[in-house]
């Protein structure tokens, strides 16, 4: 079983910057691929990017490539997505998943068996 929490989320100017925070709980979070999604309203849910259990593999989608930057601190049980130069198009609410150790990083969100509840990015522009 894995619990996740998210944290970092806020209000900020388009061109700014935020920093989310996933907390997770479990022995299994090491052997866990681990992944951000976003869902912004009246939308359905995509993915933002994603990174293997020794961060080693790490995809991003295209539409955030060269913005983003996920990393995860194994010791710590966290994962972060530094988000930079932020637009209006990325105001959503933000959810950390987990999916199981698997040879490809998915990036559909039916790949992953466990979610946390989300927090709100807004960008204003």
């Known amino acids: 079983q894995v619990q996740l929490v998210e944290s970092g989320g806020g209000l900020v100017q388009a061109g700014g910057s935020l920093r989310l925070s996933c907390a997770a709980s479990?022995?299994?979070?090491?052997?866990?691929?681990m992944g951000w999604f976003r869902q912004a309203p009246g939308k359905e849910r995509e993915f933002v990017a994603a990174?293997?259990?020794?961060?080693?593999?790490?995809v991003y989608a295209d539409s955030v490539k060269g913005r983003f930057t996920i990393s995860r601190d194994n010791a710590k049980n966290t994962v972060h997505l530094q988000m930079n130069s932020l637009r209006p198009e990325d105001t959503a609410d933000y959810y950390c998943a987990a999916a199981a150790l698997r040879a490809v990083v998915p990036r559909q969100a039916y790949e992953y068996d466990y979610w946390g509840q989300g927090t709100q990015v807004t960008v204003s522009s």
């Open positions: 479990g022995r299994t979070f090491n052997s866990r691929v």
């Open positions: 990174i293997s259990w020794s961060g080693g593999s790490i």
